[in-house]
């Protein structure tokens, strides 16, 4: 089966703007699965269990309350799009260590154009906007590990 950069790209971003966990392409005796989260041994997408918030908290300084909230962290605005991370990899805000980032807070994006690149396996994977709109918060440092789902900018879609 020879399948193109291109044509692969294109099926990563069905798969992320239709909301599919897997698509499985064959052709003869040969066949190739994309998926979105790993699976279980059953087959099903693993479910996330948030850890439970501790009853009895330790002072470690931090500024962690009894309910296990973060009182300090800012409050996400109503409205705006999170791109997270569509893999795990190293995030890079530009294509290269000498080039401009391609986004900053305040940079206006389309569908299409790119926000970032994730090194996976040596294969650098662009992030692309999926919808217009503005870049409010860049929410990981440059050349930073991110996991699977990860926040990686905050948009602010445009009307």
Same mark, same amino acid.
């Given at each position: 089966m020879n399948i193109d950069i291109v044509n692969l790209k294109r099926l990563m971003r069905a798969l992320r703007r239709y909301d599919f966990d897997e698509v499985e392409l064959r052709e003869g005796d040969q066949s190739i699965v994309l998926r979105r989260s790993p699976r279980d041994v059953e087959g099903r997408a693993p479910a996330f269990v948030p850890p439970a918030p501790s009853r009895f908290p330790m002072d470690t %300084?931090? @500024? +962690?309350? +009894?309910? %296990? /909230?973060?009182?300090a962290a800012p409050a996400v605005e109503a409205g705006l799009i999170t791109v997270t991370a569509p893999l795990v990899g190293t995030f890079y805000r530009a294509a290269s260590p000498q080039a401009r980032p391609f986004v900053e807070v305040g940079s206006t994006v389309h569908p299409g154009d790119p926000l970032?690149?994730?090194?996976? =396996?040596? &294969? =650098?994977?662009?992030i692309e906007a999926e919808c217009s709109g503005t870049v409010v918060e860049v929410l990981v440092d440059n050349? @930073? +590990? /991110?996991?699977? %789902?990860?926040? &990686?900018? @905050? &948009?602010r879609p445009s009307r």
């Open positions: %300084g931090d @500024r +962690a309350t +009894a309910s %296990g /909230v973060d009182d970032c690149i994730i090194e996976a =396996m040596k &294969l =650098m994977n662009e050349e @930073r +590990a /991110v996991e699977y %789902g990860e926040p &990686l900018f @905050r &948009l």
